[in-house]
């Protein structure tokens, strides 16, 4: 017995249980070449979260979309990482839009001649992201349903977080009256 524990504790192996007549037999086996490994998940979730694009992440990793979403209905554990993983993406996206239709953004172009003369300028804007918004304020709705689900008060809107911003706002205000400004 001591055998098989130590065998399922060497890398590259798993242990399978299979029912065997009125028992279960456990058997130490190689790992699938193309199962998801823990170093394989992490990729995956860090992708999804960087482009909230399950098509993408699984791209990168090197599986299929329809792998992603069978793994993800099997594993609680995969799909609760998923949705965090989600939900982080979709507040940088959210941070980005907003950050867009409060600052704009502009670039502009400069063509010079041969002599360093400004020969044209040319100013770029970009699209409005009323569209991008939009979308974020159909998936808020999702975003509220799982952390309802989950019983996750700790949101932007948690008393806990407003609480911890007017912490961090009087201490601003106490070392500005302490010096003066």
Known sequence: M???????GRPGRVVQRQAAGEGVRT??????RDAWSKAVRARFLAELAETCNVSEAARTVGKSRQAAYGLKQRDAEFARDWDAAIEQGYGEI???LIRLALHGCESEEIIEDGE?????????????????????KLH?????ARRAARGDATGPGSPEAIASVERVLA????RRAAAGT
Do not use: F, Y
Not at 27 to 32: F, G
Not at 116 to 136: D, E, F, I, M, Y
Not at 171 to 174: M, V
């Open 2 to 8: 001591a055998a098989r524990k130590g065998a399922a």
């Open 27 to 32: 058997q130490v086996r190689k790992a699938r």
């Open 94 to 96: 959210e941070a980005m």
């Open 116 to 136: 360093g003369a400004v020969k044209t300028r040319k100013v770029k804007r970009a699209p409005n992201p009323s569209l991008g918004l939009q979308l974020l």
């Open 140 to 144: 808020a709705a999702q975003v509220a």
């Open 171 to 174: 201490e601003i205000r106490r």
